[in-house]
């Protein structure tokens, strides 16, 4: 037997072993097809947060929040709040997250001021 030829086999022996520790070789997933041939797949991408999708969420909110002021007038919002607010446990957070702030104010008075 060739010296490569058995390197060769020390090689894959090692890989096999730590394949079957831990399922994966360095960053990369080896996974052995029905034929016996190794596929190396490489390390995924890693998933960051999602800034685009959670700004438009607090955009969103505070927008809905700002027509909802304005369509119902400052009197009936605080009321409403004030009625959930006495009310169970999901009633005092939807009081709390619908309470008026100062953006959600400026966004109603400035579709007042448009109408």
């Given at each position: 037997?060739?010296?490569?030829y058995?390197e060769f086999?020390d090689?894959?022996?090692?890989?096999?072993?730590k394949?079957?520790k831990?399922?994966?070789?360095?960053?990369?997933?080896v996974?052995?097809?029905?034929?016996?041939y190794m596929?190396?797949?490489g390390?995924?991408?890693?998933?960051?947060?999602?800034?685009?999708?959670?700004f438009?969420?607090v955009?969103?909110?505070f927008?809905?929040?700002?027509i909802?002021?304005s369509?119902?007038g400052?009197d009936?919002?605080?009321?409403?709040?004030?009625?959930?607010?006495?009310?169970t446990a999901?009633e005092?957070?939807?009081a709390?997250?619908?309470?008026?702030?100062p953006?959600s104010r400026?966004?109603a008075?400035?579709i007042?001021?448009?109408?």
């Open positions: 037997m060739s010296e490569s058995a086999h090689r894959l022996a090692r890989i096999y072993r394949q079957a831990t399922g994966r070789v360095g960053r990369e997933s996974v052995i097809n029905r034929n016996g596929i190396v797949k390390a995924g991408r890693r998933r960051g947060i999602p800034w685009a999708g959670l438009t969420v955009v969103s909110f927008m809905i929040k700002g909802m002021m369509q119902f400052p009936f919002y605080s009321q409403d709040i004030a009625r959930l607010s006495g009310g999901v005092k957070a939807a709390w997250t619908m309470a008026p702030d953006v400026w966004i008075t400035q007042n001021t448009k109408l």
